[in-house]
Each structure stands twice: as C-alpha cells, then as structure tokens.
C-alpha cells in the first residue's frame, strides 16, 4: 500500500510515505508501522508482486478518478479507508457488529483508537475513547440526507443512477 517497494519486497519500506487527503497522517503512518511490526513477526505475511501490482493498478484506477490530475496528487489517499485497508491485512479492522453501540462514532469519525479495538494489540480502553470522540455534527446531517436519498432510490421515489 504505497510504502513497500514490489520488486524489493520485505527488505526496505518507506513508513509515513502517503499524503493523507485531510488530516491522518499520523494514523497512517502508526498503521503502517504496525503492518511492518506483523511482517517482521511473521504473524502475517506481504502480497505476491502480482497482487501488489494488481493493487496499485486499482488504487491507480480509483486516482484518477476520484482526484485531480496532478504530479503532486500520486500519493494521496483517504486515511479511514487507508487505514482500513492495512487493519484488515493484519486482523485490526473495527467490526461494527461486535461494537454496535459505537456504529457512528466508526463511520462518521477516524480516531487511532477504531484500529485498537480488535485484532493484535488490541486495547481494553479503546471502546470507551471511541464512544467519547463525536463527530461534528454536520457530518450526522450529512449521514442522515444520504440514507435518506438511499432509502428514497430503494423505493423507487428518486433515481440515483
């Protein structure tokens, strides 16, 4: 994801080599750490070259849509879904089934804690500090007007796409 070279493989990574689309930098880099902590343990292990190249030319893909075309712009990535990718390759990703009660605070918030909750290093008090980061409140406004347009697509009052 950007900071192992494909053809060097496991022998030299670039921690905190991503430009986060807002803000993040720090989750991004602590999880990337946490990968190469994984890795040099050996409780997970790299993608073949072939999936390493078949992933960049997705996220390539994904770029090129989703941003402005620009030299500056090739690293750039949004740090919750950054972020989520690399917590499910080491078994970290929060599971909203398992934390029912905290569903919003891990859609609509990005806080270090989402990736302590399961998996390896999990930490007992992530819950609560995950329950105590509220996201702003445009963002439930936003929430609500999206399921909202969804719910109107399902029924058929409005056409989406």
């Known amino acids: 994801k950007q900071w192992y070279q494909r053809r060097v493989r496991d022998s030299l990574s670039f921690i905190g080599f991503v430009q986060p689309s807002s803000g993040g930098l720090v989750t991004m880099s602590e999880m990337q750490a946490r990968w190469a902590a994984e890795l040099i343990m050996g409780t997970c292990l790299l993608p073949t070259p072939t999936q390493m190249q078949n992933s960049i030319n997705q996220d390539r893909c994904w770029e090129r849509n989703w941003y402005y075309n620009s030299k500056r712009l090739t690293m750039q990535k949004i740090p919750i879904l950054y972020n989520d990718e690399l917590a499910a390759l080491i078994g970290c990703k929060p599971n909203i089934r398992k934390h029912p009660t905290l569903a919003w605070n891990l859609l ?35 929430a609500l007007l999206f399921i909202t347009l969804i719910i109107f697509a399902v029924l058929g009052i409005l056409k989406l796409f």
């Open 108 to 142: 609509l918030s990005v806080s270090p804690f989402h990736w302590r909750l399961d998996g390896p290093d999990a930490w007992p008090g992530a819950e609560e500090m995950v329950a105590r980061i509220k996201p702003p409140p445009f963002y439930y406004y936003s």
